[in-house]
């Protein structure tokens, strides 16, 4: 007799081993058609794995996050299917799940065009109909190389070649044959709802000595109506991508000479000091003093703080006098330097020193994205030298702070991760358990629920990660917190304590919004473009009707600019319509101002905001006085 523990706790007990679709059976017909996989002891398997002892077992369902990745490796390996069936001298190299689909590289014997994608997938879709069965096959290291070498598929020899164990699994489609670890779905039918999306050149194994395959991307979800709003949420964002807005609303750009180095627009500086002035004021009402630190120091201050042995390949290096210099990727080992300079007291503590620092980081070109992945950015860093005792304290003001940009100002949603000691990391385990601890205890205390992230803490310190959510349900990590009692002992950092004698301080490296240019990328998104009246770059365009009424708009644009606001004129020999749709549908000014011959003659302004066709004339005097009110930056959405 073997007994079957299902998640609810009940038990199902069978007479000869079973398999997974017998157990799904046994609950219900349902469950047993629509089951994609199971979990045996916590080891996932197809649904065809035979149970031939006591087990526990969970079905896998499409709609679970396991499940759907299931579907999406499973509809990489239809795509290849579809694609030897309908260029049959290809060859296929690999083919993974990633995030909301899948790719796959290919090796054809003429480039796949955009055209060939639609023929792929309705080949895709024949499949489906065909309902063929997936089946698993364990197979040696020689016998699959022998399989493979046969087939000519000289990518898998290789692949299998590197493979260190002697036993391999294979997966079976009818003609398609792929090495694969699995599971699989039972069948091609469970394969519904898919959209193969582009085509694109990527080298083989990520190595540009090696030949350029094709790679063919595309998304998989376990229902149409999954497919569709994923569909119309790629849409949406394709209209708020970042890189579009910012060419059409002049705020940055990008050149040849400079790749991934942004280049800022006025109006785009505009946004920044916005941002910069109001991070730079909120700080010091927090009590931290603002330093600055050069762009490039010697090698062996990276020696000390580590960065030269973990950090080395995304540095950049010059020579001086004969001396190996770097360019800084992080702001702290200059912010220690600025520590060491003078001699501190306990009274001193807590120190905290705010740095808008530009850093450089080697990305390869192909990772370059916009603001969202750039090898130059300004870090709103800062860093706190305390003592023990004010960790908790510190930490806790670190966190209110950043709640009260992300929330309080720009209304996102946010979670926090604690980040523990990785792989690479310097300092011992003590010192480790010590930070983790601390940032723990911060957390508990002002009872903030956080989710913990094993091994993906800075190589110095452990740190609590910030995640923001844009309206699009997209998540972005920006602010982190960094417990660091590394680089005070790498760096013999002191103070003088109560009792006279030298003691050890403690170092946190925190942002707010991270890369401040990555930040405005966000933002650009979120807002898609038409950004609230405080932060928008132009926050009123004055529109003339003619010629006569220019000298009064003129006027007016100085009394506005006299209370900070932010305006520009439009007196081109244009008509109004057009004028208004082109300052509220492409630069989406938030408040548009029409100015005829009686707006003149009343010292009057007729108001039109963004988005809307209703209009109101006012006197001017009260305008600008509900207008600067309007303008003030409100901690309160």
């Not at 045996?40 to 149970?51: F, I």
């Not at 059409?248 to 785009?268: A, I, T, V």
């Not at 000298?551 to 209370?563: D, G, I, Q, R, S």
């Amino acid at each position: 007799m073997i007994k079957i523990t299902l998640p609810s706790g009940d038990i199902k007990e069978f007479d000869a081993p079973v398999n997974m679709f017998q157990i799904a059976k046994s609950i219900s017909n349902s469950l047993a058609k629509n089951a994609v996989a199971a979990k045996v002891d916590g080891k996932l398997v197809d649904m065809t794995t035979m149970a031939s002892e006591d087990a526990a077992v969970e079905l896998i369902m499409p709609n679970s996050e396991e499940g759907i990745e299931i579907i999406r490796h499973s509809t990489a390996h239809l795509m290849a299917q579809a694609v030897i069936r309908l260029f049959p001298e290809t060859k296929v190299a690999i083919g993974p799940s990633i995030e909301y689909g899948f790719y796959y590289d290919f090796d054809p014997k003429e480039q796949f065009t955009e055209e060939d994608l639609a023929k792929i997938e309705a080949e895709m879709k024949k499949l489906v109909k065909e309902d063929i069965k997936i089946t698993k096959e364990n197979i040696s290291k020689e016998d699959a190389i022998a399989k493979f070498k046969e087939a000519g598929e000289d990518y898998k020899v290789e692949i299998i070649t590197d493979i260190a164990v002697g036993a391999l699994t294979l997966y079976s489609q009818g003609e398609f044959t792929d090495l694969c670890l699995g599971p699989h779905v039972p069948s091609t039918r469970y394969l519904k709802s898919f959209k193969l999306m582009s085509v694109a050149g990527a080298y083989w194994r990520g190595d540009s000595s090696n030949k350029m395959l094709q790679r063919i991307y595309g998304i998989a979800f376990d229902s149409d109506k999954a497919l569709k709003l994923h569909l119309k949420f790629l849409e949406e964002a394709e209209k708020r991508d970042h890189r579009k807005l910012g060419k059409e609303l002049d705020l940055f750009f990008m050149s040849e000479y400079g790749p991934g180095f942004p280049f800022w627009l006025p109006k785009g500086m505009e946004l920044r000091n916005v941002l910069e002035d109001l991070w730079k004021s909120e700080h010091r009402n927090a009590g931290y003093q603002e330093v600055r630190t050069p762009i490039m120091l010697n090698k062996e201050l990276w020696e000390t703080s580590g960065h030269w042995f973990n950090y080395k390949e995304n540095m950049y290096l010059s020579e001086i006098d004969k001396h190996e210099f770097a360019i800084k990727p992080m702001n702290c080992p200059g912010s220690v330097l600025v520590y060491k300079h003078g001699l501190h007291s306990y009274k001193d503590f807590p120190i905290r020193m705010g740095e808008l620092g530009i850093v450089h980081r080697h990305e390869f070109s192909g990772a370059l994205h916009g603001l969202f992945r750039v090898r130059n950015f300004t870090q709103d860093d800062a860093h706190i030298f305390m003592t023990p005792d004010q960790i908790e304290e510190e930490i806790i003001g670190v966190i209110n702070l950043i709640d009260k940009f992300y929330n309080k100002l720009f209304g996102f949603e946010y979670h926090i991760e604690l980040s523990t000691k990785p792989e690479k990391a310097i300092g011992s385990d003590d010192i480790w358990d010590k930070a983790e601890s601390a940032l723990e205890g911060a957390m508990k205390k002002i009872g903030l629920d956080y989710k913990l992230n094993p091994g993906d803490g800075a190589f110095y310190g452990p740190k609590l990660d910030f995640k923001i959510k844009d309206c699009l349900g997209r998540e972005w990590q920006c602010g982190t917190i960094q417990l660091d009692f590394n680089l005070p002992e790498r760096f013999d950092m002191n103070y003088i304590g109560e009792d006279g004698e030298k003691h050890r301080p403690v170092m946190v490296h925190r942002v707010v919004y991270g890369s401040v240019e990555r930040f405005i990328g966000i933002l650009i998104e979120h807002f898609a473009g038409a950004f609230p009246l405080w932060l928008a770059p132009t926050q009123i365009k004055l529109l003339t009707l003619n010629d006569e009424v220019v000298p009064y708009a003129k006027e007016v644009m100085a009394e506005l600019a006299k209370v900070g606001i932010r305006c520009e004129l439009d007196d081109r020999a244009e008509k109004i319509g057009y004028k208004i749709r082109e300052a509220n549908g492409k630069f989406k000014i938030p408040v548009q101002l029409i100015l005829g011959k009686s707006e003149a003659e009343a010292n009057e302004v007729n108001v039109r905001r963004f988005g809307s066709k209703d209009q109101e004339t006012m006197k001017l005097n009260d305008f600008i006085s509900m207008i600067v009110e309007e303008a003030k930056v409100k901690f309160d959405n």
